[in-house]
């Protein structure tokens, strides 16, 4: 690389981004050499910063060591739950949620990402902090203020993936959740356009991230409306959409939901892909109870086919719920609060009881 820079006889500044490819996979090394006539200034080099990239996607996805089962199990090692919960369940590659409970996100996404990209993995994530969040139920409400602050929110999300590979599950529920800000005083249409504004800032802070907008369940939106709400939300601009995120729809009726829904796609944004939640499904949907007994923590549910990339259907089977994390406080969770883990709850998945 060659660049003038024309010095003056002040002291100034200049930053010269570059980017150099290394001949080892193990080491490298990077050098300055400064030429040129005339008076000689003193120039000193600060800040230089190095960073390792991607050239090809990694296959593996990662296992964080610290999700929550796997920070749970290795502290119970001792135990036949610790035991169990780690070969069950913190063993495996698990998407980690990103919302405004980080207190400094860029650092949390950094190095959730460096993590994984040291190991030669692809990490997983969900990005979870939209307005008005979880309208419908209201046990995950919360999210960003407003659509300025989710804007804010998003962009260094991305900024903080930045060129590597990643896996992103942008906003459970937030398409197929909507229309219930209505009982808030808020515009669906609102939620639309912010998720728009995601889609975008993802594809320019991030381009090397797959996001998968999220399109909710096999029984909630009609394949043709759903489709309607991904497209005005932006969906054009992802790999594709997510479905059965936290729930238990068996993987063939949300196989069929989702073709449905690729198949309207299909017409209007072009060819899309989708990976499917089975961290929960092993046991298919619980119908015995009220509606929201058949959703919120219900008993008798069962782990999934583990993740794995595939070759027809779903283009991924995820873990993206982190199985044994409550979904509110209801159902055999008790008290355990929305997105905490209860190693009772990760023993009733691996044992498919209570």
């Given at each position: 690389?060659?660049?003038?820079?024309?010095?003056?006889?002040?002291?100034?500044?200049?930053?010269?981004?570059f980017?150099?490819?290394?001949?080892?996979?193990?080491?490298?090394?990077?050098?300055?050499?400064?030429?040129?006539?005339?008076?000689?200034?003193?120039?000193?080099?600060?800040?230089?910063?190095?960073?390792?990239?991607?050239?090809?996607?990694?296959?593996?996805?990662?296992?964080?060591?610290?999700?929550?089962?796997?920070?749970?199990?290795?502290?119970?090692?001792?135990?036949?739950?610790?035991?169990?919960?780690?070969?069950?369940?913190?063993?495996?590659?698990?998407?980690?949620?990103?919302?405004g409970?980080?207190?400094d996100?860029?650092?949390?996404?950094?190095?959730?990402?460096?993590?994984?990209?040291?190991?030669?993995?692809?990490?997983?994530?969900?990005?979870?902090?939209i307005?008005?969040?979880?309208?419908?139920?209201?046990?995950?409400?919360?999210?960003?203020?407003?659509?300025?602050?989710?804007?804010?929110?998003?962009?260094?999300?991305?900024?903080?993936?930045?060129?590597?590979?990643?896996?992103?599950?942008?906003?459970?529920?937030?398409?197929?959740?909507?229309?219930?800000?209505?009982?808030?005083?808020?515009?669906?249409?609102?939620?639309?356009?912010?998720?728009?504004?995601?889609?975008?800032?993802?594809?320019?802070?991030?381009?090397?991230?797959?996001?998968?907008?999220?399109?909710?369940?096999?029984?909630?939106i009609?394949?043709?409306?759903?489709?309607?709400?991904l497209?005005?939300?932006?969906?054009?601009?992802?790999?594709?959409?997510?479905?059965?995120?936290?729930?238990?729809?068996?993987?063939?009726?949300?196989?069929?939901?989702?073709?449905?829904?690729?198949?309207?796609?299909?017409?209007?944004?072009?060819?899309?892909?989708?990976?499917?939640?089975?961290?929960?499904?092993?046991?298919?949907?619980?119908?015995?109870?009220?509606p929201?007994?058949?959703?919120?923590?219900?008993?008798?549910?069962?782990?999934?086919?583990?993740?794995?990339?595939?070759?027809?259907?779903?283009?991924?089977?995820?873990?993206?719920?982190?199985p044994?994390?409550s979904?509110?406080?209801?159902?055999?969770?008790?008290?355990?609060?929305?997105?905490?883990?209860?190693?009772?709850?990760?023993?009733?998945?691996?044992?498919?009881?209570?």
């Amino acid at each position: 690389m060659a660049t003038d820079v024309r010095l003056t006889t002040g002291s100034k500044r200049y930053s010269i981004p570059f980017t150099a490819a290394a001949a080892s996979a193990t080491a490298a090394e990077v050098t300055f050499q400064l030429g040129g006539s005339g008076a000689k200034p003193v120039v000193r080099l600060d800040n230089v910063s190095l960073m390792q990239t991607q050239t090809t996607r990694p296959t593996s996805l990662y296992v964080n060591p610290l999700s929550h089962p796997a920070d749970w199990a290795s502290k119970n090692a001792q135990t036949p739950e610790g035991q169990a919960i780690m070969s069950s369940i913190g063993s495996k590659p698990i998407f980690e949620w990103f919302g405004g409970w980080f207190g400094d996100l860029t650092q949390a996404v950094d190095t959730y990402v460096g993590a994984a990209q040291a190991q030669d993995r692809l990490p997983l994530l969900v990005a979870y902090n939209i307005p008005n969040r979880d309208a419908c139920a209201g046990h995950s409400g919360g999210g960003a203020g407003d659509a300025a602050g989710y804007h804010t929110w998003i962009t260094e999300f991305a900024r903080a993936i930045g060129n590597r590979h990643a896996v992103v599950v942008l906003e459970p529920d937030g398409v197929a959740a909507a229309g219930c800000v209505t009982k808030i005083g808020k515009d669906p249409e609102d939620q639309y356009r912010m998720l728009l504004d995601a889609t975008q800032v993802l594809r320019a802070q991030a381009p090397n991230a797959w996001v998968y907008l999220d399109a909710g369940n096999a029984t909630w939106i009609p394949a043709p409306e759903m489709a309607a709400r991904l497209v005005k939300s932006g969906v054009a601009n992802t790999r594709g959409f997510s479905v059965n995120v936290s729930n238990y729809f068996t993987t063939g009726d949300s196989e069929t939901y989702a073709e449905a829904v690729k198949g309207q796609l299909a017409g209007t944004v072009g060819a899309k892909t989708y990976v499917i939640d089975t961290s929960r499904n092993g046991n298919g949907p619980y119908q015995d109870g009220t509606p929201d007994d058949n959703w919120c923590n219900p008993p008798q549910r069962k782990l999934g086919t583990t993740p794995r990339q595939q070759t027809s259907g779903a283009e991924y089977l995820f873990w993206v719920k982190v199985p044994g994390d409550s979904d509110g406080p209801c159902g055999i969770a008790g008290t355990t609060p929305a997105g905490t883990f209860s190693p009772e709850l990760a023993m009733a998945l691996i044992n498919g009881n209570p």
